[in-house]
């Protein structure tokens, strides 16, 4: 089982910046789709970002301009840089691993999640 832990979520107010990390278990994480979701009370989780294997990546229109994902595969870890943060970003953010790359924006095609950080934007 891999395993996934998130850190650096926290309070920021509106035009901030934050960085998440997500440090992965395991011998195969390079051959991993890597993905941000977020989810915020009462809705559902939404694709957020994701970075292929080999570095490609995707974003939803909503951060795009905004957030940009990498990786360290020597770290095994991914990052989600957050900059121009706005009340509409907070949420629980997930961090998830995909073996098979097929579908990076659902968030029922990855094989493995993290535990989840909180981010929340004030005005």
């Known amino acids: 089982q891999v395993q996934l832990v998130e850190f650096g979520g926290g309070l920021v107010q509106a035009g901030g910046s934050l960085r998440l990390s997500c440090a992965a278990s395991g011998r195969t994480f390079s051959s991993y789709t890597m993905g941000w979701f977020r989810q915020a009370p009462g809705k559902e989780r939404e694709f957020v970002a994701a970075i292929l294997p080999l570095g490609t990546t995707y974003y939803a229109d909503s951060v795009k301009g905004r957030f940009t994902i990498s990786r360290d595969n020597a770290k095994n870890t991914v990052y989600l840089q957050m900059n121009s943060l706005k009340p509409e970003d907070t949420a629980v953010y997930y961090c998830?691993?995909?073996?098979?790359?097929?579908?990076?924006?659902?968030?029922?095609?990855?094989?493995?999640w993290g535990q989840g950080t909180q981010v929340t934007v004030s005005s």
């Open positions: 998830g691993a995909d073996r098979s790359g097929s579908y990076y924006d659902r968030n029922n095609e990855y094989d493995y």
